[in-house]
């Protein structure tokens, strides 16, 4: 017997429209930031933040990195994240010389919980920064009360999480800023790449800040980065921008599917009231999950992934010791399962047979 090809937890699709929009742009011989940006984020503030203005930058973390200095954070202030995350979201506020302190997360959503919040809110707390994470929105309605309550800003790591909605109302416009990443294994992509949606000082600010504190040439306001998008890159995110919601309704359409076919694991839920992007398809096992992700590739040829398996407190970058009991025990439990838009139906069969018996012999 052959053993099909292994099915990857991340395809990015780059097909013939973007090497078209990209050679258009190396032909135009304007590469660097210029008029494909500025398009390029009035038609993801339209498709994605309505009524709100975008920067785009060259990462998810620049963005997140910038939105923070634009809003006032540095040095003596403390901004509230979750430790169940990537690295960056922490990274973001340690680069600005404020301090991120670490709150749990809610065992449903994975994303940062209130009352863990407001067990760590100090006088030196400026804001709250949640993660929207795998593609489903914090509870920005219980952290936007304790937020007001404490007179605190809120910030969004929308890195995962484009097209998500919370109440009706879409992430990237809950807070003072969202921020977007377009790497390539997220939602859509150009390439590298990151928008912050934001609206006026904040907007400006950010502005500056990605082109070396200038808005006029040689007259540097600000001591800012060079944290500019290409024309090019943005090329690339104009024509997946089209694509995105698509492939959201393919996403949405996988994890339909392996909602009603797995069996004896703890499939995701969506919160009443919230859309869900499904930029990961997340389940929890009991025992043993490291042997369950070996066994499913090398048994079953599926991929999966752990997102993320050590606490960002407990990396050597922060190294800090404190009890986090809900953080600990998802980065003991989770798994990642194909949910791509790529995926047949063929394919979605295979991962849930392969999870349903690797489950079932008790991994
Ligand atoms: C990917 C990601 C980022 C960083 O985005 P980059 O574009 O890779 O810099 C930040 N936060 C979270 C939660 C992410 O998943």
């Known amino acids: 017997m052959t053993t099909p090809p292994t099915i990857p937890v991340a395809k990015p699709i780059i097909g013939d429209e973007e090497r078209a929009e990209v050679d258009r ?7 660097a930031q210029g008029p494909e940006v500025a398009t390029f984020e009035e038609e993801f503030a339209a498709a994605l933040v309505a009524g709100r203005e975008c920067v785009a930058v060259n990462s ?3 963005g997140l990195h910038l939105g923070l200095l634009a809003a006032g954070i540095g040095p003596g202030d403390e901004v509230i994240v979750p430790s169940f995350t990537f690295a960056a979201t922490a990274n973001s506020v340690a680069l600005t010389g404020a301090t991120p302190v670490f709150a749990d997360i809610e065992p449903d959503s994975f994303c940062l919980d209130p009352a863990s919040v407001a067990a760590v809110v100090t006088d030196r707390t400026r804001g709250i920064m949640p993660v929207h994470l795998y593609g489903q929105s914090a509870d920005m ?3 936007g009360s304790i937020a007001q309550q404490h007179g605190l ?10 097209g998500a909605t919370f109440e009706g109302r879409p992430v990237g416009t809950l807070g003072t800023f969202g921020t977007f990443s377009l790497y390539p294994t997220k939602n859509m992509t150009s390439g590298e790449g990151g928008m912050v949606s934001c609206d006026g000082d904040v907007a400006h600010r950010v502005r500056l800040l990605r082109n070396q504190g200038m808005a006029k040439q040689y007259a540097n306001e600000l001591v800012g980065l060079n944290n500019r998008m290409t024309d090019i890159h943005a090329a690339i995110g104009r024509v997946q921008l089209r694509r995105l919601a698509g492939w959201t309704e393919d996403r949405r359409g996988n994890a339909a599917f392996l909602d009603a076919h797995l069996e004896n694991v703890v499939v995701p839920t969506v919160r009443e009231g919230s859309t869900h992007v499904y930029h990961q398809y997340t389940i ?3 025992g043993d999950r490291d042997g369950m992700v070996q066994a499913l590739r090398e048994e079953h040829g599926v991929g999966s992934g752990v997102y993320y398996p050590i606490p960002n407190h407990r990396l050597p970058s922060f190294d800090l010791d404190i009890d986090l009991p809900e953080t600990e025990r998802a980065a003991r439990q989770v798994i990642s399962l194909p949910v791509h838009p790529s995926l047949s ?16 012999a008790g991994a």
């Open 25 to 31: 742009v190396l032909r135009s011989g304007m590469v």
């Open 60 to 62: 998810g973390t620049s």
């Open 141 to 143: 309605a219980g952290l």
């Open 153 to 162: 800003a809120l910030f969004e790591d929308a890195a995962q999480a484009h």
């Open 284 to 286: 929890r096992v009991d």
């Open 345 to 360: 139906t063929g394919d979605l069969e295979r991962v849930v047979e392969a999870v349903n018996a690797v489950a079932k």
